[in-house]
């Protein structure tokens, strides 16, 4: 059967015995998704919650039981996990919504989709009866599983209603994958998370309308920056050509890549995750650091810098974690944080 220790969290706040830890593991989940989480007064001393996740390899997920909260994605936290798609399940309770400049609301089987990379404002709060709980399921992929054939952006704050036969269907597959996950054995739960990730993917070409047979050729002007940016990375990316390329002032420029946290920022953190990438890759386990940082446009040092401010660690000692990982002498811990980051 599934090694639980590894690809199975149950946790909840009955566990920790003061408001502090209960508040700070909660909110430490709620990192994985790049959501800081804000908590009334009022409800400081009845806060409650629990949580069982699953890794299915391709996907994450898992189902979330909380006391009335505020989350919230914005410009300080952007960058926690920024290459991911989030989909939440609402199952007891609601959420009020702010995205873009709109406000809307989900109810009771209402699905929300976002993008990790987006800021987003979400109100959950509780069902009727008591104990006064909320109740949603979390489904986490990788943006890279997309293929680029979907606007990414386009579907950020998209809801698809309990009603549609494409939330039907989304939600049964998942209950289903969760409900039989302890009985199956591990070739089968990552097989069903490779087979899931079809669905769900499907899922999302449909919310969108359409495939992008050319990618990004009718997204926003931002995607399409963000693609070149990420098909340059190795190369000196300068602000001035970015402007003349793409008909864009400096001033637009800057205000376009605000909400990520500045274009500078962003390249940074691209490059970042590029290394990350290629840290892990066995391919590229006889290429030196050096080589690495070439590769994704910086310098060693830089590479040693920033590694060192962004992951706390070493590019060397992720290499070492990595490697044990995929040897199987050594386990990444079983957090939503280390699921999501190794996605």
């Not at 391709?58 to 909260?69: C, D, F």
Request: with cysteine.
């Amino acid at each position: 059967m599934t090694d639980s220790s590894s690809r199975k969290i149950v946790d909840s706040a009955n566990k920790y015995n003061d408001f502090e830890t209960r508040f700070y593991e909660w909110e430490d989940g709620m990192s994985s998704a790049g959501f800081k989480l804000e908590l009334p007064q009022r409800h400081f001393e009845e806060f409650d919650w629990g949580v069982t996740g699953y890794n299915f390899g391709r996907v994450i997920g898992g189902v979330l039981t909380v006391s009335e909260h505020d989350i919230d994605r914005q410009y300080g936290n952007l960058f926690a996990m920024p290459d991911h798609i989030v989909i939440f399940i609402v199952i007891i309770g609601g959420m009020d919504c702010q995205c873009f400049g709109k406000r809307f609301q989900l109810k009771q089987g209402d699905i929300l989709i976002q993008d990790m990379s987006q800021p987003i404002k979400i109100h959950v709060f509780p069902g009727d009866l008591r104990p006064r709980l909320c109740t949603y399921q979390y489904i986490i992929m990788p943006k890279h599983s997309l293929h680029f054939n979907v606007d990414i952006a386009s579907l950020h704050g998209k809801t698809i209603p309990a009603s549609s036969p494409v939330n039907i269907i989304l939600r049964n597959h998942f209950g289903t994958m969760v409900q039989v996950f302890d009985q199956m054995t591990e070739q089968e739960v990552l097989s069903t998370g490779e087979g899931a990730a079809s669905v769900f993917l499907q899922t999302l070409h449909l919310v969108a309308g359409k495939k992008v047979e050319q990618p990004f050729a009718h997204s926003a002007r931002l995607e399409r920056i963000c693609m070149f940016i990420e098909n340059n990375l190795a190369q000196a990316i300068n602000v001035e050509q970015l402007c003349k390329d793409f008909a864009i002032s400096r001033s637009s420029l800057y205000r376009l890549f605000e909400p990520l946290g500045g274009i500078a920022q962003f390249i940074r953190s691209r490059r970042l995750l590029l290394a990350k990438r290629l840290l892990r890759a066995s391919s590229m386990s006889d290429q030196s650091l050096a080589t690495i940082a070439h590769q994704c446009g910086l310098e060693l040092s830089a590479l040693r810098r920033y590694f060192q401010e962004v992951y706390g660690a070493t590019p060397s000692e992720m290499r070492t974690l990595f490697q044990k990982a995929n040897t199987g002498h050594d386990i990444i811990d079983a957090t939503h944080v280390n699921w999501v980051s190794s996605l």
